[in-house]
């Protein structure tokens, strides 16, 4: 075992323990088992481990992302049931980003694509991120919002 | 003693598929540690195949009482669980694909398992599924022997590459998947209105069935019945045959000759089981004209033939054709014949692909004739030393053997010998396993629905001997009498032994006829009176282990 | 819900059938797939449709048949999907090398002329 | 508040029924390849969550591990497609 | 050991969640149905997959709890495996449609329009 | 014992000569003289006591069942026909010694002519008719490879075919016969069937048994209108026709005839059947024998007109009639086979047998000549030969056999007729080889043969003088032994001697002779008129069988093509039809009646569902030709409806192998769809066609009505009332106590019914070991190879956190989903499919090489274990003397995690989820792998599909 990953082992064990549904020894021993296994066969397929700061921010970061998911959600409604579908205004959006964390970029693009609205439709390597927005009203505003909103807060938590 | 026995019955299933398992982990360059362990399963198979022959015919040593052995798998009792059946017709199946089985190993050793990649394995997976739907005593579980025969067919099949097999192959997959699917219904509509998989435990409730339940129950079996007919070669169900026999490798389709049987096997044995009094009650008379028509359709295809696959692919259909045509007379006595003429058949069609497999070879070196250009250029992509072995340097003929020296003239006669044992001619068995067909059928006169089937078997039974006469003789003339002497053809020790041996069972059978005939019309008598069978399943439900 | 689910086989049958006897190799193997859901819910069907029941014993031990599906059809059709799904692969293979051999997608391995 | 709950499972049902329909009705008709696929990956979102409902209205949890793979499936089966669409083949060197 | 012996606010919670998620999936298969893009058709089944299924796992949390009499936590399961796969096929999905928008200019003079749809 | 011997003398002898060195002519001679000669002394041996009126018998059953023994039995004329068949092998071998070539293999030829020699002595001997058939059908198979012996030669080859052929069909009609005659008479023993002639005649299938046993007789005695062979089967080597095909094997008809004769004898149909063609073939063959150019051809015809001699007396229903044909087979044998001989020696001190070239050969040859030329004065009747006798005895019965008036004056007519013919054609034979000028450009200089040659001959042309001089003394026991076994009471007083005194029969023979001298004569004088008729009978005879044989095998061929399609769209519709008719037919009597359906919200959702599902379906159905893509899109969708449909009628195990399988081979379907040909929606003129269009219909219509009875069949299978199956009922009760699962699904799986899914894995296995073997082989085709790199991946698509995530949560599932199996949905399968397609996902979004280059993945031995692994755990049941598969289970108690509950069936589905992966992996990547190599150079090695970095 050339690296220990214990953010991953804990990760992998999280996820046994939830599909089980318990928390027995038993199943902590067993979870700790399997995830060493995979760990172990699939060494060189895993992503590298995170280096995390800031818990804080982190879950201020995860219920924002909350309050935006029901936002957006309502938001694609209404221009799904409002009477002029022929004439949203979809674009993509080019925003460069100062992310260059894989770990943050992952993140990001999860919450991307969790609110709708809003589609991660790639990242160049110079790390100009291309969204395709379903419903722009000020370009600007979406950019600025985005590198607020999330960028921010991840260039915080993985550094 | 005979505790441990017992297991014999699951070794012929256990053993290749262990074998093959083992062989995965064998490196293809490393032939001999593969053809040591492909011989060694399936010499381990003919062992079990003949104690399991012995232990049938001898009911009285206590192994198998009323000559049948049951065995349940999983120790689950017999409507439950899956049970392995070895009665004498089962034996005599597996004795007659070890029979060819053995020889058919031994002679793949001279290059042909070189042509492609595991090409052992998928040979003992092929056995395995022909084992088992010789052995299983439940109807899905024969479904699923079904299926491994069939996939490790269509790997067999394509052995060697080249568009002919793959063509064919593509029909041949594809009617079996339908055939597949044909099978499925009928086991799902016996299952709806029976309520059970366990062929004897069908039989045993057979007559208890509510007349709408009764229906089903004749429908769900007509339905299994031609997925039957398909894998058993009968017209109109079996185009795909032809050019799928006659594309193969000659080992394989060799083998493949015990393939076309365990369709007629099945029939035989579902037929049987459930209602021996109206054992093709797939539909007498319609079965029947299927039955004459394949022989018809079968002389014709080999009267035309052009190449020995091919002929001897359309001797195969006749063979299938004449054994249903004598079960679908509907008259006890012509049973055990028929089963003779197929266990006599198997061998002979399986000599004839390997003879013409080495002759397509002597062809290929003889400048005169090159009577198939298909066949020619498999036989040549066949020893397209390009193939795994290539890395192995020791690829040189002289390292299978001697050579015989005269060559042409064993193979002239095997071949010769493979005609007259399927085409039915003396001095051979096949002659005689068609003469006591006809003394059947005409003994059955006064016995059967339609006397008018007698006539027509037995006009059908001739006729089709005397096509395959001619059929042999223009294919063998051109094959064997076209060859310059000069050219000097090889025969490979390792390919003329398993020839020799092949045209040996069949004079073998031909000395023998009379004791292998006694031990047929046993289980003729056996399968007539299915509730022997049906107690012997049934009897050894075994308290279950809390 | 047995009308219906009659139907759904019907359908399924239909369309399969009518790609089986199609002379292309993709549609022959989209029907034979198409046959293949249509007898793995027929011998599914065989067992009774009961909704709510999975054949899983419940905590209290109970193995009254009426509480739950019968799992005799849904073990056949698991083993059947799995030989299906196998024979499908190997189909598609085959169709892919004799496409690659013949040049054409035609289950002949030629384009017969109408 | 049992026949609420029971309207609501029902109601809930009928509409990932119906939102399948329209996802079908966009699968039939395209009009290019990605809107089938789009089609396709919607079914199975409410394929998945048909199966909640079918596990809430029978009070087992044995549908949630279907769920589960439904979510895994079809995932892979999108990206697949997506793959396909994108470069003319599934698997590159 | 039916939805019937559910306390009443699992009873009401699951049921609001419930009814909120159906509205919701079947305003985003509309919306797959009315925008008149492919790119803004995107976004409607994104509503199933985020607001959707989160109500409903969320209701298939609450039930299975009340009924265990213990937190079943399951159902985050397949919220994690959403949240990392989801954007995977969403972003090739994309790009696909971008690849093909592309290529399909790049051969718009020669004719013929893309062979498989 | 002797009997015995007689039969296997002669094939043990053929059998050993088979080995021996090829070209010792001395040793194989050697052999194959001692062993005739040893077989003629052992039926000289048995001569006392059949001369006694004893019928020496011996059997050996065979095949009881059908009544079938090797039954030997040996009586007067069985003897007479051993001594024969024996003295005149032995003959032949001696004169085959000096006749065949030093080149030629003769371990072949002696072998099957001892092997022939057998066969004959088996049909004499026979005492059972089924063996008689057997030998029969040997002495046509045995003549077959002797006719062939110079097989390079295309006329020896076309001459052993037409004779096999002839005599073969022959063969069966004979056996068709004698299993009649044995089915009238309830036994195949001769002396049954001897004994019951009025039971033959007064029976219904008398008629059916007569003409099959005449067919076979007559084909094999190449009688008129089968005498075609035997001009053809000339090409033989010339002791070979001197012996099969005067002496032997053409004996064998009339043999037959003459053996049966008390059984088959003595109706209007037996004597208007074998009359006519006996008379047929007197008088055509001698007529033929007169235009013949080859010597042998001459010798061939004349042996068809001789054995229509025979046939007609035997045909006559007359003892005296028999004993004159059995007299005349004995003649005829002698003065033929030394006829034979002597063209033998003409060929073979010339090298020619064409009357044409040859001539005066009597200076050269003085020896030979005489020899031949009392052998032919024997045929053509010249008194104080042999022939003669035999010949006025025949005579004589043309002229009482008549009944009618055409008949009394026919018969003697075309008698006498026949025996001017004959009389001519013997006197060409000599004149034109050995009288008139010598012959020059021969092939070789003529000169008399080694004296070891003429000897044969010689021996003969002293037994027909012996014989005709004084017959009553050298013949005469004989026949009345031979004739006395036959007739018994019947047998007629008769007288032999070599002058039978002026009467008719005299004159008849005088007619002949001068007539016969005339006719010759008359022809020399007119050479146009006989070489008209020389060109019409070659022309007639040049290879007319092969070009029918030809039409024929294009006729069949052409039928073939007609009834076995090699369109599998046909294969396929008419098995479609085959189970629809058989479904039809079974159970159209058992569907059940609709009831009005209820129309509940649950109903409505599940219709709904399958709105969707059978949308997706037609839709498949409908776009699977042009956009493939769509179809299998829309084939994911009804999958993803069957899926449900598990799913909702409590079947979760289902579903979720049901959703595994389903996407895995979309995947699979995707990876493939690649190779295919590109195809464009435009209306191509096939599709218009009324023919097409025609065809669509048709199939339109069997799809609908396979899919209305399919719904019909399930409709009924759901309605179809019934209590539990008692197999539900004890799985449901055993699964928790018996195997320790909750998941009866999975414990039928695993336990229950192990062995299906161990046969289950094995084809998993065997599909993927078959996928491999078949696209290592593999040519892409060209046209589908990308010709430029395509636009190379510029951006990066999605985080690569997220795509390594991807393998480890999967892993994680996969394994949960593998060990809850038991209880809960799930196992070894499922599990299986998701490590796999997770494995798959990283090829899919990183590429092939980047996974291969940091994993190496051997899918068959993940394989191998797995099978390893289930099997084992069957076969470990062993150790526990228990049944294969039998679950053996324990309880385990581990510190920290507790009781653990140990099973086998665990072990088993470990194995089956190894088996699953390997089997996956190895199809989805042999499949990718195409890709990478229809990126090398076509000259690049066949690549091994995961033959990975080693
Ligand atoms: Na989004
Ligand atoms: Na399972």
């Known amino acids: 075992m050339k690296r220990l990953r214990p953010f991953l082992i804990l990760a992998m064990v999280v996820l046994w323990l939830l599909l089980n549904g318990t928390v027995s020894i038993g199943q902590v021993v067993l979870g700790l088992v399997v995830s060493i296994v995979i760990v172990v066969v699939f060494r060189d397929f895993l992503p590298d481990e995170p280096r995390m700061r800031r818990p804080a921010t982190a879950v201020a970061l995860f219920f924002r992302v909350l309050y935006d998911i029901v936002q957006s959600n309502l938001g694609v409604a209404r221009v799904i049931l409002g009477r002029r579908t022929r004439n949203v205004r979809s674009a993509f959006v080019r925003i460069p980003l100062e992310l260059r964390n894989p770990h943050g970029l992952a993140v990001l693009a999860g919450i991307v694509t969790s609110t709708p609205g809003t589609i991660w439709a790639g990242l160049a390597p110079d790390g100009v991120l291309t969204l395709h927005v379903l419903d722009v009203d000020d370009e600007q505003a979406l950019i600025r919002a985005i590198k607020e909103r999330y960028e921010r807060p991840l260039l915080e938590i993985f550094k | 003693?005979?505790?441990?026995?017992?297991?014999?019955?699951?070794?012929?299933?256990?053993?290749?598929?262990?074998?093959?398992?083992?062989?995965?982990?064998?490196?293809?360059?490393?032939?001999?540690?593969?053809?040591?362990?492909?011989?060694?399963?399936?010499?381990?198979?003919?062992?079990?195949?003949?104690?399991?022959?012995?232990?049938?015919?001898?009911?009285?040593?206590?192994?198998?009482?009323?000559?049948?052995?049951?065995?349940?798998?999983?120790?689950?009792?017999?409507?439950?669980?899956?049970?392995?059946?070895?009665?004498?017709?089962?034996?005599?199946?597996?004795?007659?694909?070890?029979?060819?089985?053995?020889?058919?190993?031994?002679?793949?050793?001279?290059?042909?398992?070189?042509?492609?990649?595991?090409?052992?394995?998928?040979?003992?997976?092929?056995?395995?599924?022909?084992?088992?739907?010789?052995?299983?005593?439940?109807?899905?579980?024969?479904?699923?022997?079904?299926?491994?025969?069939?996939?490790?067919?269509?790997?067999?099949?394509?052995?060697?590459?080249?568009?002919?097999?793959?063509?064919?192959?593509?029909?041949?997959?594809?009617?079996?998947?339908?055939?597949?699917?044909?099978?499925?219904?009928?086991?799902?509509?016996?299952?709806?209105?029976?309520?059970?998989?366990?062929?004897?435990?069908?039989?045993?409730?057979?007559?208890?069935?509510?007349?709408?339940?009764?229906?089903?129950?004749?429908?769900?079996?007509?339905?299994?019945?031609?997925?039957?007919?398909?894998?058993?070669?009968?017209?109109?169900?079996?185009?795909?045959?032809?050019?799928?026999?006659?594309?193969?490798?000659?080992?394989?389709?060799?083998?493949?000759?015990?393939?076309?049987?365990?369709?007629?096997?099945?029939?035989?044995?579902?037929?049987?089981?459930?209602?021996?009094?109206?054992?093709?009650?797939?539909?007498?008379?319609?079965?029947?004209?299927?039955?004459?028509?394949?022989?018809?359709?079968?002389?014709?295809?080999?009267?035309?033939?052009?190449?020995?696959?091919?002929?001897?692919?359309?001797?195969?259909?006749?063979?299938?054709?004449?054994?249903?045509?004598?079960?679908?007379?509907?008259?006890?006595?012509?049973?055990?014949?028929?089963?003779?003429?197929?266990?006599?058949?198997?061998?002979?069609?399986?000599?004839?692909?390997?003879?013409?497999?080495?002759?397509?070879?002597?062809?290929?070196?003889?400048?005169?004739?090159?009577?198939d250009r298909d066949g020619?250029?498999?036989?040549?992509?066949?020893?397209?030393?390009?193939?795994?072995?290539?890395?192995?340097?020791?690829?040189?003929?002289?390292?299978?053997?001697?050579?015989?020296?005269?060559?042409?003239?064993?193979?002239?006669?095997?071949?010769?010998?493979?005609?007259?044992?399927?085409?039915?001619?003396?001095?051979?068995?096949?002659?005689?396993?068609?003469?006591?067909?006809?003394?059947?059928?005409?003994?059955?006169?006064?016995?059967?629905?339609?006397?008018?089937?007698?006539?027509?078997?037995?006009?059908?039974?001739?006729?089709?001997?005397?096509?395959?006469?001619?059929?042999?003789?223009?294919?063998?003339?051109?094959?064997?009498?076209?060859?310059?002497?000069?050219?000097?053809?090889?025969?490979?020790?390792?390919?003329?032994?398993?020839?020799?041996?092949?045209?040996?069972?069949?004079?073998?059978?031909?000395?023998?006829?009379?004791?292998?005939?006694?031990?047929?019309?046993?289980?003729?008598?056996?399968?007539?009176?299915?509730?022997?069978?049906?107690?012997?399943?049934?009897?050894?439900?075994?308290?279950?282990?809390? | 819900m047995e009308l219906i689910f009659a139907i759904a086989i019907g359908l399924l049958t239909g369309s399969g059938v009518w790609l089986l006897l199609r002379p292309r190799t993709f549609q022959v193997i989209l029907g034979l797939s198409l046959l293949s859901y249509a007898v793995n819910l027929f011998i599914f069907g065989v067992g009774h449709l009961a909704v709510g029941k999975p054949p899983i014993i419940r905590a209290d031990g109970a193995t009254n048949a009426s509480l739950y599906a019968d799992p005799v059809p849904e073990a056949l059709v698991l083993t059947a999907i799995v030989i299906g799904f196998a024979t499908t692969a190997l189909f598609l293979v085959v169709l892919l090398a004799s496409r690659g051999l013949t040049g054409t997608d035609h289950v002949d391995g030629r384009e017969h002329d109408a | 508040m049992k026949a609420l709950f029971d309207f609501a499972v029902?109601?809930?049902?009928?509409?990932?029924?119906?939102?399948?329909?329209?996802?079908?009705?966009?699968?039939?008709?395209?009009?290019?390849?990605?809107?089938?696929?789009?089609?396709?990956?919607?079914?199975?979102?409410?394929?998945?969550?048909?199966?909640?409902?079918?596990?809430?209205?029978?009070?087992?949890?044995?549908?949630?591990?279907?769920?589960?793979?439904?979510?895994?499936?079809?995932?892979?089966?999108?990206?697949?497609?997506?793959?396909?669409?994108?470069?003319?083949?599934?698997?590159?060197? | 050991m039916t939805s019937g012996d559910l306390p009443g606010w699992a009873l009401v919670a699951a049921a609001l969640l419930l009814l909120a998620s159906g509205a919701l999936t079947l305003i985003a298969a509309i919306g797959m149905l009315r925008l008149p893009t492919f790119f803004q058709r995107m976004h409607a089944p994104s509503m199933s997959m985020t607001l959707g299924a989160g109500c409903a796992l969320i209701a298939s949390m609450i039930v299975s709890s009340a009924l265990a009499h213990r937190p079943v936590l399951h159902e985050l399961a397949i919220t994690v495996l959403l949240f990392v796969t989801a954007p995977i096929s969403a972003t090739m999905l994309m790009q696909a449609a971008i690849r093909r928008r592309e290529r399909a200019a790049a051969s718009q003079p020669t004719g013929t329009s893309a062979g498989s749809r | 014992m002797l009997l015995w011997l007689i039969v296997l003398f002669p094939f043990v002898g053929g059998v050993c000569t088979a080995f021996l060195r090829p070209n010792a002519r001395n040793a194989e001679a050697w052999l194959a003289g001692i062993v005739a000669l040893a077989t003629l002394c052992a039926v000289a041996l048995l001569y006392p006591q059949v001369a006694n009126g004893v019928i020496v018998r011996s059997s050996l059953e065979w095949l009881p069942q059908a009544g079938v023994r090797i039954a030997l039995r040996m009586d007067g004329f069985a003897w007479m026909f051993a001594g024969l068949v024996t003295s005149i092998g032995a003959l032949v071998v001696l004169y085959a010694r000096y006749y065949m070539s030093p080149a030629d293999p003769v371990p072949r030829f002696f072998s099957f002519l001892l092997a022939f020699m057998g066969s004959m002595l088996g049909i004499v001997l026979s005492g059972n008719l089924i063996q008689l058939v057997v030998f029969w059908e040997m002495t046509s198979l045995t003549s077959f490879v002797l006719i062939g012996y110079w097989y390079h030669r295309a006329e020896s080859r076309r001459g052993a075919i037409v004779a096999l052929s002839v005599t073969g069909t022959g063969g069966l009609c004979l056996l068709a016969g004698v299993l009649l005659l044995g089915h009238i008479v309830g036994s195949y023993e001769l002396d049954a069937v001897l004994a019951a002639a009025d039971r033959i005649h007064a029976h219904p299938w008398y008629p059916a048994a007569l003409v099959l046993l005449l067919l076979g007789a007559f084909t094999k005695s190449a009688q008129v209108p089968f005498q075609f062979w035997l001009p053809q089967a000339m090409a033989a080597p010339t002791p070979v026709s001197a012996y099969l095909h005067s002496a032997a094997m053409v004996k064998a008809g009339v043999f037959l005839l003459a053996r049966l004769w008390p059984a088959l004898a003595g109706t209007d149909l037996w004597f208007g059947i074998v009359c006519s063609v006996g008379m047929g073939s007197l008088v055509l063959g001698a007529c033929a024998a007169l235009f013949q150019r080859d010597i042998k051809g001459v010798l061939a015809y004349s042996t068809v007109s001789h054995l229509g001699l025979m046939t007609l007396l035997l045909g006559m229903d007359s003892p005296l009639a028999l004993v004159a044909a059995i007299f005349h087979m004995l003649n005829h044998a002698t003065f033929k086979a030394s006829l034979f001989m002597a063209a033998g020696i003409v060929d073979?001190?010339?090298?020619?047998?064409?009357?044409?070239?040859?001539?005066?050969?009597?200076?050269?040859?003085?020896?030979?000549?005489?020899?031949?030329?009392?052998?032919?004065?024997?045929?053509?009747?010249?008194?104080?030969?042999?022939?003669?006798?035999?010949?006025?005895?025949?005579?004589?019965?043309?002229?009482?056999?008549?009944?009618?008036?055409?008949?009394?004056?026919?018969?003697?007519?075309?008698?006498?007729?026949?025996?001017?013919?004959?009389?001519?054609?013997?006197?060409?034979?000599?004149?034109?080889?050995?009288?008139?000028?010598?012959?020059?450009?021969?092939?070789?200089?003529?000169?008399?043969?080694?004296?070891?040659?003429?000897?044969?001959?010689?021996?003969?042309?002293?037994?027909?003088?012996?014989?005709?001089?004084?017959?009553?003394?050298?013949?005469?026991?004989?026949?009345?032994?031979a004739t006395h076994a036959i007739l018994g009471s019947r047998q007629p007083a008769y007288s032999l001697s070599a002058w039978p005194g002026f009467h008719a029969p005299l004159a008849m023979s005088a007619i002949a002779l001068v007539g016969g001298f005339t006719l010759y004569a008359f022809l020399l004088s007119r050479r146009v008129l006989a070489r008209l008729a020389l060109r019409a009978v070659g022309a007639a005879r040049r290879h007319w069988f092969d070009r029918l044989t030809l039409r024929l095998v294009r006729t069949f061929d052409r039928l073939q093509r007609l009834v076995i399609s090699r369109r599998l769209q046909i294969q396929l519709l008419i098995i479609v039809i085959a189970c629809s008719v058989v479904g039809y037919l079974t159970l159209n009597n058992s569907i059940a009646r609709f009831s009005a359906p209820s129309i509940t919200v649950l109903e409505l959702s599940f219709a709904l569902l399958w709105i969707v599902g059978g949308a997706c379906a037609l839709g498949t159905a409908l776009q699977a030709k042009f956009h493939r893509l769509a179809a299998l899109i829309m084939f994911g969708g009804a999958g993803l409806v069957t899926f449900l449909t598990f799913a909702w009628f409590s079947a979760p195990d289902l579903a979720l192998t049901q959703i595994s399988v389903e996407v895995v081979t979309m995947v699979l379907m995707l990876l493939g769809l690649r190779w295919l040909p590109k195809r464009i929606d435009t209306m191509d003129p096939g599709r218009r066609t009324t023919r097409a269009r025609a065809r669509r219909?048709?199939?339109?219509?069997?799809?609908?009505?396979?899919?209305?009875?399919?719904?019909?069949?399930?409709?009924?299978?759901?309605?179809?009332?019934?209590?539990?199956?008692?197999?539900?009922?004890?799985?449901?009760?055993?699964?928790?106590?018996?195997?320790?699962?909750?998941?009866?699904?999975?414990?039928?799986?695993?336990?229950?019914?192990?062995?299906?899914?161990?046969?289950?894995?094995?084809?998993?296995?065997?599909?993927?070991?078959?996928?491999?073997?078949?696209?290592?082989?593999?040519?892409?085709?060209?046209?589908?190879?990308?010709?430029?790199?395509?636009?190379?991946?510029?951006?990066?698509?999605?985080?690569?956190?997220?795509?390594?995530?991807?393998?480890?949560?999967?892993?994680?599932?996969?394994?949960?989903?593998?060990?809850?199996?038991?209880?809960?949905?799930?196992?070894?399968?499922?599990?299986?499919?998701?490590?796999?397609?997770?494995?798959?996902?990283?090829?899919?979004?990183?590429?092939?090489?980047?996974?291969?280059?940091?994993?190496?993945?051997?899918?068959?031995?993940?394989?191998?274990?797995?099978?390893?692994?289930?099997?084992?755990?069957?076969?470990?049941?062993?150790?526990?003397?228990?049944?294969?598969?039998?679950?053996?289970?324990?309880?385990?108690?581990?510190?920290?995690?507790?009781?653990?509950?140990?099973?086998?069936?665990?072990?088993?589905?470990?194995?089956?989820?190894?088996?699953?992966?390997?089997?996956?992996?190895?199809?989805?990547?042999?499949?990718?792998?195409?890709?990478?190599?229809?990126?090398?150079?076509?000259?690049?090695?066949?690549?091994?599909?995961?033959?990975?970095?080693?």
């Open chain 2, 1 to 371: 003693m005979t505790a441990w026995l017992h297991h014999v019955t699951a070794l012929p299933i256990v053993v290749p598929l262990l074998s093959a398992a083992v062989l995965l982990f064998f490196s293809e360059p490393r032939r001999l540690p593969r053809a040591l362990i492909a011989l060694a399963s399936t010499l381990i198979q003919a062992a079990a195949a003949g104690t399991l022959l012995w232990m049938t015919s001898h009911p009285a040593s206590g192994a198998a009482p009323d000559g049948i052995l049951v065995y349940s798998i999983g120790s689950w009792p017999a409507p439950y669980g899956i049970v392995l059946v070895a009665d004498r017709l089962a034996a005599v199946m597996l004795a007659l694909t070890a029979a060819i089985a053995l020889p058919v190993v031994v002679y793949s050793f001279a290059q042909w398992d070189r042509l492609g990649v595991y090409y052992h394995p998928l040979f003992q997976l092929l056995l395995m599924g022909v084992n088992g739907a010789f052995l299983t005593g439940d109807l899905f579980n024969l479904f699923v022997f079904f299926e491994i025969l069939l996939a490790a067919s269509y790997g067999l099949l394509m052995h060697g590459g080249g568009t002919a097999r793959v063509t064919s192959s593509l029909h041949y997959i594809a009617v079996n998947l339908a055939a597949s699917l044909i099978f499925l219904i009928g086991v799902a509509v016996i299952y709806g209105a029976a309520g059970t998989l366990n062929l004897a435990d069908l039989a045993a409730h057979w007559d208890e069935a509510s007349p709408q339940d009764r229906r089903l129950l004749d429908g769900g079996l007509a339905v299994l019945a031609v997925a039957f007919l398909i894998k058993g070669g009968i017209w109109p169900l079996n185009f795909w045959l032809p050019t799928a026999y006659s594309a193969a490798a000659a080992p394989v389709v060799a083998v493949f000759s015990i393939l076309t049987k365990v369709g007629v096997y099945s029939i035989v044995r579902v037929g049987f089981m459930v209602d021996p009094s109206k054992p093709v009650l797939y539909g007498g008379s319609l079965l029947f004209a299927a039955a004459i028509a394949t022989m018809a359709v079968g002389s014709l295809g080999a009267l035309a033939a052009r190449h020995p696959p091919r002929l001897i692919a359309f001797s195969v259909i006749v063979s299938a054709g004449t054994v249903l045509a004598a079960l679908a007379l509907g008259s006890a006595s012509t049973l055990a014949p028929a089963l003779f003429y197929l266990v006599i058949s198997a061998p002979a069609t399986a000599a004839a692909f390997l003879v013409a497999g080495m002759a397509a070879r002597m062809q290929m070196h003889s400048v005169t004739a090159v009577l």
């Open chain 2, 376 to 546: 020619a250029e498999a036989t040549y992509t066949a020893f397209d030393v390009g193939e795994p072995a290539r890395s192995s340097a020791s690829m040189d003929d002289d390292e299978v053997g001697f050579i015989i020296p005269a060559g042409v003239a064993f193979l002239g006669l095997a071949f010769l010998s493979c005609g007259l044992l399927v085409a039915g001619l003396p001095p051979l068995a096949g002659f005689l396993a068609k003469v006591s067909l006809i003394v059947a059928a005409l003994g059955s006169l006064g016995v059967v629905q339609h006397p008018a089937h007698v006539w027509v078997l037995v006009v059908a039974l001739l006729g089709a001997s005397l096509a395959a006469l001619l059929a042999f003789l223009r294919i063998g003339v051109r094959l064997f009498w076209t060859a310059r002497e000069t050219t000097r053809p090889r025969v490979r020790m390792l390919e003329a032994v398993p020839v020799a041996f092949l045209v040996l069972v069949g004079i073998g059978l031909t000395v023998m006829a009379g004791p292998v005939m006694t031990y047929l019309t046993a289980a003729a008598r056996a399968l007539h009176q299915p509730d022997a069978y049906i107690h012997a399943v049934l009897a050894t439900s075994k308290p279950v282990q809390p």
């Open chain 4, 10 to 93: 029902m109601f809930a049902q009928v509409c990932f029924l119906l939102a399948s329909v329209g996802a079908t009705i966009r699968l039939l008709r395209g009009p290019r390849a990605e809107d089938r696929v789009l089609a396709l990956d919607a079914m199975y979102i409410n394929g998945m969550l048909i199966l909640l409902t079918l596990g809430i209205r029978s009070g087992t949890t044995f549908y949630f591990e279907i769920s589960l793979l439904i979510a895994l499936f079809g995932f892979v089966g999108s990206t697949a497609l997506a793959k396909f669409l994108m470069r003319g083949e599934v698997i590159e060197p």
């Open chain 6, 348 to 481: 073979h001190e010339t090298g020619t047998r064409d009357l044409a070239r040859l001539g005066g050969l009597a200076r050269a040859m003085p020896i030979t000549a005489t020899l031949a030329l009392v052998a032919a004065a024997a045929m053509a009747g010249v008194p104080l030969l042999n022939g003669f006798l035999s010949k006025e005895m025949f005579f004589a019965e043309t002229i009482f056999a008549g009944e009618t008036p055409a008949l009394r004056i026919g018969l003697p007519a075309l008698a006498t007729l026949a025996g001017v013919f004959s009389v001519a054609y013997s006197t060409r034979f000599f004149h034109r080889v050995f009288l008139g000028p010598p012959a020059r450009d021969l092939p070789r200089e003529p000169h008399e043969p080694t004296h070891w040659m003429l000897a044969p001959s010689l021996i003969l042309v002293v037994i027909c003088l012996l014989v005709g001089i004084m017959p009553a003394q050298t013949i005469g026991p004989v026949l009345s032994l």
């Open chain 6, 697 to 950: 219909l048709r199939d339109a219509i069997v799809a609908t009505l396979a899919g209305a009875g399919m719904a019909l069949l399930s409709y009924t299978l759901l309605v179809h009332p019934g209590a539990p199956s008692p197999l539900s009922e004890f799985f449901l009760a055993q699964a928790l106590p018996a195997s320790g699962g909750r998941n009866v699904v999975n414990v039928t799986l695993v336990d229950f019914r192990g062995f299906d899914t161990l046969g289950e894995i094995t084809v998993v296995a065997i599909v993927a070991l078959t996928v491999y073997k078949v696209l290592r082989r593999f040519r892409p085709p060209p046209e589908s190879l990308p010709g430029t790199a395509r636009d190379a991946a510029q951006t990066m698509i999605s985080p690569a956190t997220l795509r390594r995530l991807v393998l480890p949560a999967a892993g994680v599932i996969s394994l949960y989903v593998l060990l809850r199996g038991h209880n809960a949905p799930g196992g070894g399968f499922v599990g299986g499919l998701i490590l796999a397609t997770a494995f798959i996902v990283q090829y899919l979004v990183t590429g092939t090489l980047w996974v291969e280059s940091r994993l190496r993945i051997r899918p068959q031995y993940w394989m191998a274990v797995g099978l390893l692994a289930a099997a084992s755990t069957g076969c470990g049941a062993w150790l526990g003397s228990r049944a294969f598969l039998t679950n053996m289970s324990a309880h385990i108690d581990l510190p920290l995690v507790g009781d653990v509950h140990l099973s086998s069936t665990l072990l088993f589905d470990v194995g089956v989820y190894l088996v699953v992966i390997g089997a996956t992996t190895l199809i989805l990547v042999s499949l990718a792998h195409q890709s990478l190599r229809g990126r090398r150079a076509p000259e690049a090695e066949p690549v091994a599909g995961i033959r990975v970095r080693a």
